[in-house]
């Protein structure tokens, strides 16, 4: 049987082995623009987990490992890959719930529960990635237990991890781009080092202490929280483990409510997670404690870091600060974006708070939600501008104390046009589908640098090249960047076309830029028209949006 302290090893152990691979998971990516690569993000969303883990006794039951773990990775998830892998473990959870230690059929009921979970998350779920992995890993252990009903736990981990290898070696048999580049499946890779590194704990050795790699990922602190006269002290955040008999949100917020303000209480199924500003962070962890045992406890001593922050400490990063919902908001906005013209270009269209992040710095769960619970509207309509961003964005849907809905937007100038079509005296429901129908009328160019070489669709890419992006897809390779604009520009423009809005990077000069838009106008129709804004977006050059 595999006890509870085993099994936060071996959960440590995968992480540790993820940050030590994860340039080299990185590197199995196709695609070969700079992105939020899976091992980066796989390797945030598990390292999310390891402070909730580390302070768990050597006699907390697996169930509650599998649980701790679970809720810390939801709040920790980044990018398509890291949301996959938190949902995985969600149903690991989900399967282990209440066991003080588990043996093999507990093993291969987590397996199962993790990859209904994942598959149930994901609304075309393909074939070669690291969803098959998971499914054909659960599948080999059922038949393993089902054929030899007394396997050890770790014999039967073995098995497990053996599949996941097979499995991954078989991707690129089920994705031709795989095939192609002579790759295996980034993210099926990713989750084979964790269940390996996992095995090798519950087999009796040492946890995975492989030398980590550089994390890129910031805490949060408290002086940002506020901006003006500091009424209560202690910024103050926890998490209750729910006692099911006896667990009361409402009641607990009713309570923070009275010694507090800035108060967040966020339900789920097995915590409460508490956010409130205090000078009795004491009495407020104490009636708590009536609801279950507290995890995750953060005080800060708001008044002595924002008299750091004014004296010029800049080491701290300011969160979001939370607002009650005003019952007179009927709608308010969350973008995620990079660079400070393209924020400003939404908080010019009405959007509330804009999320720093983007192609290659996705942004957690936890991100988006603080910056919905700054938003005081009963309706909060999320922008995520990228696609390896829409699946955390979602997660918070069911996370937030108000209604959260999350527009998918692909691209920025998808959400940029997603706000121009924006009614405010509109109900929801028209604003959704307006809000669409905006971006599917929205044409989207993108000019980068490739990120390492590959051949990818047909095109030969070597690292440091010229790539040009239509509407997600690449489109060709250019030596020089004014000449990829104009051919993008021209391929995008059609006979119904009327707008082209050119958005210039932070490598870009302003003179760089007007030659660009010279050019463009020179070779344009001209019935188009056409602005040039400076964006200041890493990664892109320039944005094109053509309607």
């Given at each position: 049987m595999i006890k509870g302290n085993t099994l936060r090893d071996a959960l440590l152990s995968g992480a540790n082995i993820m940050a030590a691979h994860r340039k080299q998971i990185d590197a199995l990516n196709v695609f070969p623009v700079p992105d939020g690569d899976t091992g980066t993000n796989m390797s945030m969303t598990m390292?999310?987990?390891?402070?909730?883990?580390?302070?768990?006794?050597d006699t907390t039951g697996a169930g509650e490992v599998a649980a701790t773990a679970a809720e810390a990775l939801l709040w920790g998830a980044r990018g398509n890959s890291g949301v996959i892998l938190s949902l995985l473990f969600r149903g690991f959870a989900k399967g282990m719930a209440g066991k003080p230690e588990v043996g093999a059929k507990d093993l291969v009921a987590a397996l199962e529960?993790?990859?209904?979970?994942?598959?149930?998350?994901?609304?075309?779920?393909?074939?070669?990635?690291?969803?098959?992995?998971?499914?054909?890993?659960?599948?080999h252990a059922k038949h393993v237990c089902e054929k030899n009903p007394g396997v050890e736990p770790a014999a039967l981990w073995?098995?497990?991890?053996?599949?996941?290898?097979?499995?991954?070696?078989?991707?690129?048999?089920?994705?031709?781009?795989?095939?192609?580049?002579?790759?295996?499946?980034?993210?099926?890779?990713?989750?084979?080092?964790?269940f390996k590194a996992m095995g090798q704990v519950f087999s009796g050795g040492e946890i995975?202490?492989?030398?980590?790699?550089?994390?890129?990922?910031?805490?949060?602190?408290?002086?940002?929280?506020?901006?003006?006269?500091?009424?209560?002290?202690?910024?103050?955040?926890?998490?209750?483990?729910?006692?099911?008999?006896?667990?009361?949100?409402?009641?607990?917020?009713?309570?923070l409510e009275t010694i507090g303000d800035s108060v967040v209480t966020v339900d789920d199924a097995n915590i409460i997670k508490c956010h409130i500003h205090t000078d009795n962070p004491g009495d407020a962890m104490q009636e708590a404690l009536k609801s279950g045992q507290l995890t995750k406890i953060k005080i800060d001593n708001m008044r002595e870091q924002h008299k750091g922050a004014r004296t010029g400490n800049k080491s701290a990063e300011s969160k979001f600060p939370y607002k009650a919902v005003d019952p007179s908001c009927e709608y308010g906005f969350v973008a995620v974006a990079a660079g400070k013209g393209v924020q400003t270009l939404f908080g010019d269209l009405g959007v509330d708070n804009v999320v720093s992040g983007g192609q290659t710095m996705n942004p957690s769960t936890d991100n988006i939600l603080e910056?919905?619970?700054?938003?005081?509207?009963?309706?909060?309509?999320?922008?995520?501008?990228?696609?390896?961003?829409?699946?955390?964005?979602?997660?918070?849907?069911?996370?937030?104390?108000?209604?959260?809905?999350?527009?998918?937007?692909k691209s920025i100038p998808q959400g940029l046009s997603a706000m121009l079509s924006f009614d405010p005296g509109a109900p929801l429901s028209e604003n959704q589908l307006n809000m669409r129908k905006a971006t599917e009328r929205v044409g989207s160019g993108l000019v980068t640098f490739a990120a390492r070489d590959a051949t990818f669709e047909g095109h030969k890419v070597k690292k440091g090249g010229i790539l040009a992006l239509e509407n997600g897809k690449l489109a060709f390779t250019e030596k020089d960047v004014g000449r990829a604009v104009l051919r993008l520009?021209?391929?995008?423009?059609?006979?119904?076309?009327?707008?082209?809005?050119?958005?210039?990077?932070?490598?870009?000069?302003?003179?760089?830029?007007?030659?660009?838009?010279?050019?463009?106008?020179?070779?344009?129709?001209?019935?188009?028209?056409?602005?040039?804004?400076?964006?200041?977006?890493?990664?892109?050059?320039y944005m094109l949006s053509v309607e």
């Open positions: 390292s999310a987990a390891k402070n909730d883990l580390g302070t768990l006794e529960a993790g990859v209904e979970a994942a598959y149930k998350a994901v609304m075309k779920p393909t074939e070669g990635t690291m969803l098959t992995v998971a499914r054909e890993s659960a599948a073995s098995e497990v991890v053996a599949a996941a290898e097979k499995s991954v070696e078989n991707t690129p048999e089920l994705l031709p781009v795989l095939k192609k580049a002579g790759v295996v499946d980034s993210g099926g890779k990713g989750l084979h080092l964790i995975f202490s492989g030398q980590p790699q550089d994390s890129t990922e910031a805490e949060h602190s408290a002086p940002g929280e506020f901006d003006g006269e500091i009424t209560f002290t202690y910024c103050t955040e926890f998490v209750v483990i729910k006692d099911k008999a006896k667990a009361d949100a409402t009641a607990l917020r009713a309570y910056a919905i619970h700054a938003t005081p509207a009963k309706n909060v309509i999320v922008l995520p501008n990228n696609k390896n961003i829409i699946m955390a964005a979602e997660q918070t849907v069911r996370l937030a104390d108000r209604n959260v809905y999350v527009l998918p937007t520009a021209r391929s995008m423009v059609t006979r119904e076309s009327s707008f082209v809005t050119l958005i210039y990077g932070e490598g870009v000069s302003h003179e760089q830029a007007a030659e660009v838009e010279k050019t463009l106008r020179q070779k344009l129709p001209e019935s188009i028209e056409l602005a040039l804004l400076h964006g200041g977006q890493p990664v892109y050059y």
